[in-house]
Nanobody, 113 residues
Framework: QLQASGGGLVQAGGSLRLSCTFSGKLFYLHNMGWYRQAPGKQRELVAR???????NYTDAVKGRFLISRDNAKNTVYLQMNSLKPEGTAVYYC?????????WGQGTQVTVSS
């Protein structure tokens, strides 16, 4: 249902934009989120955007990351600026609507110092 892309290797201070396309129905009714999981750590919420366009971010990325969505393209984005080495992780997109929840396959982001 979810296909993420855009990960890669970037130097500290650089930028990447992740994309995640939803192949199911009624994308606009789903709350969308980006999570990440670093080696040896639990998966954590990075950013999420609700159907009313309200959004929130984990403190570690506030002011540097921006989540957005294009309902016409069934796609959610995560623009990541001023990346730090501690941002190295597999990034997953997530879609939720009522009791339904979907996860993408993850895309690797590696930030070199």
């Amino acid at each position: 249902q979810l296909q993420a892309s855009g990960g890669g290797l970037v130097q500290a201070g650089g930028s990447l934009r992740l994309s995640c396309t939803f192949s199911g129905k009624l994308f606009y009714l789903h709350n969308m989120g980006w999570y990440r999981q670093a080696p040896g750590k639990q998966r954590e919420l990075v950013a999420r955007m609700f159907t009313d366009s309200d959004m929130n971010y984990t403190d570690a990325v506030k002011g540097r990351f921006l989540i957005s969505r294009d309902n016409a393209k069934n796609t959610v984005y995560l623009q990541m600026n001023s990346l730090k080495p501690e941002g190295t992780a597999v990034y997953y997109c997530n879609a939720k609507r009522q009791l339904a929840e979907y996860w993408g396959q993850g895309t690797q982001v590696t930030v070199s110092s």
